[in-house]
């Protein structure tokens, strides 16, 4: 591929085809093109192409300025609400629930990323688009209109269904529209805007705790993030009807015809409901009981906590077993040919062990560790724990220019790894009462920097290992390790706190302190109220004391979990990514010009 350069969104856009990476050179093309195991290509992914081919410059242009405001809006939102969710859960007097309120968030964002992507391949691309942004404004609605914390966590279902929802067909649509060598600088457009709201979310967050009107922080985004979706929706829209027109756009199945029995059979298959269902049911089992045990009477020794995670273990063993039948999912939700690239499973891989460490790290009670026992104001510990968010958004852009330019992108990875471990370690050696601000936020800088140089380039290597046709399965079951990471370290870091905390405070406060252990674990205002509990105090002293020795077993557990990254690394394949064909049809960012171009064997594209 010649070295051709992006001069804004166009000039550079041309037809692309050809085949999928990390399959053998002797697999027969048309055998190559499948999707998902069923020998077809669904409706959404032939209506998609259809609008490829007839993107104009500007409609496409159009088109990912409507990505950036979504993923501006979507990105300020989190900022604003991480600020304020220790402060929403504390008027409930639940503030440790804040663990089982990530838990929640990262079941659902893990499982409804393939069937999303699903959706997307059988209904479209704008029709999946349209789902996630009636989630998400239901997730707003109930969450600012919450009398308890039961309905505060029962809103994140229906909030994490969208909000991840647009993060998967934000990273699919990228895929449908750029080739391999762009596609890691355009996968960093929805994470630009971090750069900008990691330092306004929090101080804009402060105002509304301030100002004791925390539900407004999630009821406003109920109005703007519908808006901000029209210029995407409109072109979207549009371009399908354009393809109409000109006879590109197929005909989609009529999934109402042949009576009531036939249409359920239909979606059925198609979306492969049972497991959708098996997969949910599974992680949710497992999962969501492990934050639970310290409310639970009998603790781990619980018969339902320990019914629930057997039941969800045997579910999770059975999908595999559902997936593989071809009568039982003939349009499996996963394509099991992909678990045959060495590439996609340690790619995968990094992701699930890089989010599982960043939620026993820095996420999610280092924020309270700051408010606690550093003394920091919300808008600064913010600043802080969102420094990582900075640190790696810059990053990601960086190395994104770099693999346009070497197409490569193993290198990075392999280095963002070896760093990713360091700042961890950093964050230990610096876990001190009297750490000063610089020491803090260089450690966020280490680990930011590792972060951004992990995500994206394994993202792009588990998308070289697929088709056009697996790429919305392969990026979504990426994410979704991503996210199962994160709900696993959400749950151990959840059940380390609830369990050490309480009985810390308990056993270092003095006698007559010792009735108020509970008060003080389930209040974060309480926890860092300086004047009730002042420095030097025994009181201050125990719950310092306690904050920082809770905080020393994640971080030794973080390190530990965060080495077997540097070895996946080396398992993933160098690809020459222009010489990657993925059968991807009409206008893409750079991509090369031709239908019928002459496939690229696969033996030529690592070295």
Not at 225 to 252: C, Q, Y
Not at 408 to 415: E, N, Q, W
Request: charged share 10%; with cysteine.
């Amino acid at each position: 591929m010649a070295d051709e350069k992006i001069e804004g969104v166009g000039e550079s856009f041309k037809a692309v085809s050809g085949e999928a990476a990390d399959r053998p050179s002797t697999t027969p093309d048309h055998e190559r093109r499948v999707s998902d195991g069923s020998g077809e290509t669904q409706e959404g992914v032939k209506a998609m192409e259809a609008i490829s081919m007839t993107w104009s410059k500007w409609g496409l242009i159009l088109a990912y300025v409507g990505i950036f405001l979504m993923a501006f809006t979507t990105s300020l939102e989190g900022q604003v609400t991480y600020s304020v969710v220790a402060f929403a859960t504390s008027s409930f007097s639940s503030h440790s629930l804040i663990a089982t309120v990530y838990v929640i968030q990262g079941v659902v964002n893990a499982v409804i990323k393939p069937p999303m992507a699903k959706i997307a391949d059988v209904f479209g691309r704008l029709e999946a688009f349209t789902i996630c942004i009636v989630l998400y404004v239901l997730g707003y609605i109930q969450m600012a209109a919450s009398a308890n914390v039961q309905t505060f966590a029962a809103a994140q279902i229906f909030y994490s269904a969208g909000s991840t929802g647009l993060q998967i067909l934000q990273q699919v649509f990228v895929a449908d529209t750029s080739d391999l060598s762009n596609r890691a600088l355009f996968s960093s457009l929805p994470d630009t805007p971090f750069l900008v709201t990691t330092w306004i979310g929090s101080i804009i967050g402060g105002a509304f705790v301030a100002s004791s009107i925390w539900r407004w922080a999630y009821g406003i985004w109920a109005i703007i993030l519908p808006v901000v979706f029209l210029p995407l929706a409109l072109t979207l829209l549009l371009n399908g009807r354009r393809a109409k027109r000109m006879g590109l756009h197929p005909e989609k199945r009529n999934f109402t015809e042949g009576g009531i029995l036939n249409v359920v059979a239909n979606i059925w298959n198609q979306l492969d409901i049972g497991g959708i269902i098996l997969l949910s049911a599974s992680f949710a089992l497992i999962l969501i009981p492990l934050t639970l045990t310290k409310s639970t009477p009998g603790g781990w020794q619980s018969p339902t906590i320990i019914a629930l995670i057997v039941v969800g273990g045997v579910l999770l063993i059975i999908f595999p077993l559902w997936e593989g039948s071809k009568k039982l999912a003939p349009h499996p939700l996963i394509p099991l040919e992909l678990l045959r690239s060495r590439t996609f499973c340690a790619g995968c891989a990094i992701g699930f062990f890089y989010f599982l460490v960043f939620y026993l790290s820095v996420q999610p009670y280092f924020y309270s560790y700051l408010l606690v026992v550093q003394r920091q104001s919300i808008p600064a510990a913010g600043h802080i724990t969102q420094t990582f968010s900075f640190a790696s958004t810059v990053t990601s852009i960086v190395v994104s220019l770099m693999i346009k330019y070497t197409r490569h992108y193993k290198y990075f990875v392999t280095s963002g790894s070896l760093i990713y471990l360091l700042g961890v370690g950093l964050m230990i050696r610096y876990r001190t009462e009297d750490a000063n601000v610089g020491s803090l936020v260089g450690t966020q800088i280490a680990v930011g920097i590792g972060g951004g140089m992990l995500n994206v380039p394994a993202q792009l290597g588990v998308q070289a290992s697929a088709s056009h046709q697996q790429m919305a399965a392969a990026t979504a079951v990426f994410l979704t390790l991503v996210e199962i990471g994160g709900a696993v370290g959400s749950a151990i870091s959840g059940a380390i706190w609830t369990q050490l905390i309480p009985s810390k405070l308990s056993h270092y406060l003095p006698a007559e302190l010792a009735p108020q252990a509970h008060t003080i674990f389930g209040n974060v205002n309480v926890a860092r109220d300086y004047s009730t509990y002042p420095p030097g105090s025994p009181a201050r002293i125990a719950i310092n004391r306690s904050y920082q020795e809770t905080m020393h077993v994640l971080l030794m557990i973080a390190v530990v979990l965060c080495a077997p990254l540097v070895l996946l690394s080396f398992l993933m394949r160098n690809y020459k990514l222009d010489a990657v064909k993925q059968g991807v049809k009409g206008k893409v960012i750079g991509g090369d010009t031709g239908a019928d171009e002459k496939k690229v064997d696969i033996g030529e594209s690592h070295t």
